[in-house]
């Protein structure tokens, strides 16, 4: 014991080392869209989520911005709520003053007031007609909302790997799954096992539909509580177009959407495609697999990312297209965007690291000149910040993907973007906190 405190005491004698902090690169958060502005020609990062109403408006959330958005008939973007920053605050008031946190599921019911899977905050947040925001349940980590003909609220947790059903007195109870991994199908469904269960869909018979996400199948639960698979042979893959549903492969299914004829359509998020199980239960690609972002067939389209489904009032299929940055409207094998834009491919470059927004800066390596990369994983680039602080591209253009070897790095895309950099083998280590601007804590002298 004397010996611990004579040591101790020999320390405090010892000059402390002290460290300045200074930002070498970013701005901090990106700036929200403001209301009013033509979807079409809004930056969003991370949208997820989706519903529409009756009078053919469309609300979706970005998991960036802690935001809730609209829009209209007309194409114009507002914000429902959330004010860009994240957090839990405004019960009470007008929800575009409260604070959310990771809007990651929507649902209307039917009073047209607008539910919120507030995901990290894990609270189901209710909007009314009139914009004032409140808590209708707290709930851990909610993924997936939807309403059954009776009014109430079924909610997945993926992290829980449970479906579970908020009854009219706010009682919350397990309606399926136990614990992760496959298992239960003919069964009770609240004896089943799901894996990280994630989007929710009744059909018009009152059954519920679970995007069961890491077991790559669809499953059924029927009004009497017996759970099966109706998609997706569990193998994760792509494989078996036109043939029974469950003899075939999907990947990561994130979410499901039934059109008028109760045919079954299924985000094989994975695959980056839209399937369709008919009535018969033979699946067919929609949509996807192709290479194009532009405007035009489904066929062409590429869907990276692909997440959230929901059809609108025209029996147009609405989708999220996550790694897009976009919202898409599949009309008659057509597809348009609209919502989002898609990323530039210079992404501010020569000019003052200060001064640009990094939206998740990871891995960091400097080369032999002296220059630090980094690679700034939503941006989906590797930038380069030179000794005198100015940022450059130095590989990807902001797309999602993988494709061009053997041509300039910057024109290539990532899918997804390294978590680690390695120059002259040596690895760097990587920010501890997504989002934010990049520090150095260099010694004092």
Known sequence: MRLLIAFSFFLSLLPAQY???STVAGNGRLQSNASGTTAINARLISPRGIATDAAGNIYFGDTYYSQVFQVTPAGVLNVIAGTGRQGSSGDGGPATA?????????????????????SANGNI?????????????????????AFDSAGLLYVSQASLHTVSRIAADGTISVYA?????????????????????????????????????????????????????????GNGRFNGDNVQATLASIA?????????ADNLHISDTNNGRIRLVNAQGVISTLAGGGTSYANGTASQAILPGLSNLVFDKNGDLLSVIAAAKQIRRLSKQVFTTIAGVLPSSTAGDNVPALTTSLLNPFALAF??????????????????????????????????????????????KWAPLPD??????????????????????PPLA
């Open 367 to 412: 080369d032999l000149q002296g220059n630090l990369l980094l690679s700034d994983q939503t941006d989906n680039r590797v930038r380069r910040i030179s000794p005198v602080g100015l940022i450059t591209n130095a590989a990807g253009n902001g797309l999602f993907g993988i494709d061009g070897d053997n041509g300039p790095a910057i024109r290539r």
């Open 98 to 118: 409260a604070l959310i946190d990771t809007p990651s599921a929507l649902a209307l019911d039917s009073s047209s007031n607008l539910y919120i899977a507030d």
């Open 177 to 233: 799954g136990t614990t992760s991994g496959f298992s239960g199908d003919s069964g009770p469904a609240n004896t089943a096992r799901l894996f990280s269960p994630s989007g929710l869909k009744f059909d018009s018979k009152g059954n519920l539909f679970i995007a069961d996400t890491q077991n790559h199948r669809i499953r059924r639960v029927t009004p009497a509580g017996v759970i099966s698979t109706v998609a997706g042979d």
């Open 125 to 145: 947040r209710r909007v009314t007609p009139a914009g004032i925001i409140s808590t209708f349940a707290t709930i851990a980590g909610p993924t997936g909302l």
């Open 19 to 21: 460290y300045v902090v």
């Open 252 to 260: 990561s299914p994130a979410d499901i959407a039934f059109d008028a």
């Open 420 to 441: 680690s950099l390695m120059i002259a083998q040596a690895t760097f280590s990587s920010v501890p906190e997504p989002a934010q601007p990049f520090e150095r804590l």
